[in-house]
């Protein structure tokens, strides 16, 4: 296969030479027949924060939910360390150094923290298993008092530190967080990109990290992707984007301009928004025609 990323640097004009460990090739993804990622190229390097940030329904997800073999991948290619691993699902991933934390669903809330944890070395024996943890534990160690609360009963950075923690028990080379902060204080978002994926970049991880909190997100990343109607409008330092006056308005949360013709229609859902309702819910007087 081909192994064109293997070790190219982003941008060596940039000076940055970090071997990429993770890269997407003209990546056309989506749902059904539905692209929502039309051709995105990004490349994902060790001990870096690579930030791909934009406004909501940019396909920022979904970019990830591909790389991931969730969504569906309709051209391109994935690469890991140079070897094409296009549509592998999460659990050969896994094996193969690639950790995930979603956005939602990162950890069990009516399971102890310590039974989180064991839960993320499902692929280890024991004796590994035991190892990973203690070496987790000592990345994290504000966990260590903590292993035996349930993480129902945890704040939303002592949750994130958890997921954190259980996708490490694999011990990935790359790391893939889908808005690690959604719902957080600013208080507790800076504590969770500053003490939490900033610590574990600069201990030699990959991450890759989807944030609709751009600014915060582009204050710890090393590199950004601004990816606007499944594309990447922009491709530079994070501190770059950051100086940008035209990325104001998406640090706004607003919606961008640029291109014009690739925003996604404001109607498009995931169909499990738009199942047909039970007939309970429809007004009165809809009747469902045959
Ligand atoms: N499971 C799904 N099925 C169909 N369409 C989806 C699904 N998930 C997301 N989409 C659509 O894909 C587009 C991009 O969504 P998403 O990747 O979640 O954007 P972001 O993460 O940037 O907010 C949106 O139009 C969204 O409605
Ligand atoms: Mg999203």
Redesign the pocket.
Known sequence: MSSDSGSAARNPDAGDTAPVALAARNLVA???D?A??HGVDIDVAGGRVTAVV??????????L?AILGI?RVMGGQILLEGQDVTGRGLEQLARRGVGYVPQVDDVFDSMRVSENLAMGGYLLDKRTRAERFEQVLDIFPDLRGKLRRYVGSMSGGERKMTALARALMLEPSVLIL??PTAGLSPALTSTVLQEQVRVLADRGNAMLL?E?KAHAALEMSDWAYV?IG?QVAKSARAAEVLADPAMGELFLGGRARLPDDAK??DD?????DSQLPDDSQLPNGSEVSS
């Open positions: 989506g749902y059904g539905v929502v990622v934009g406004p909501n329904g940019a396909g920022k997800s979904t970019l939910k969504a889908d808005e989807v609709q990816m499944g996604p229609p498009a859902k995931p169909p499990d």
